[in-house]
């Protein structure tokens, strides 16, 4: 209905804990909508929650609030995302390794001798 009726921030009223609700929302570059409807509700409340006093609307009831939907359609839908700075690139990944060498071969065998000849008689 547009105001603040239960949990108030601990030293802080009902409203005062909406708007600064709000207005950590808004440091994150967030465009904040505060629509409120019926009599006892504050335009000036409204604002000061909202990104911009045309962004805060006071209806006498809900009906009346459905004739603004079409303008926040095309401010959400049309409205310019504030621009973020790229991620860091991902840390490169070392080259895979490659597998270990072989041990290398020993030196061949010397062939076995030659049998000796028989001896002679």
Known sequence: DGEQT???ATGKTLNQTAIDAAALVK???VTVFAWGFGTNISI???QQIASGSSN???GQNISELTSYLGFLGDAVCN???PLQAAPPPSP???PPSQPPSPPP????SPPPPSPSPPPMP
Not at 105 to 108: F, I, L
């Open 79 to 81: 409205g310019s995302l």
């Open 27 to 29: 440091g994150d570059n």
């Open 56 to 58: 805060a609307i006071l």
């Open 6 to 8: 239960v949990d108030n």
């Open 92 to 94: 490169s990944l070392p």
């Open 44 to 46: 000036t409340t409204l």
């Open 105 to 108: 071969m020993p030196p061949p």
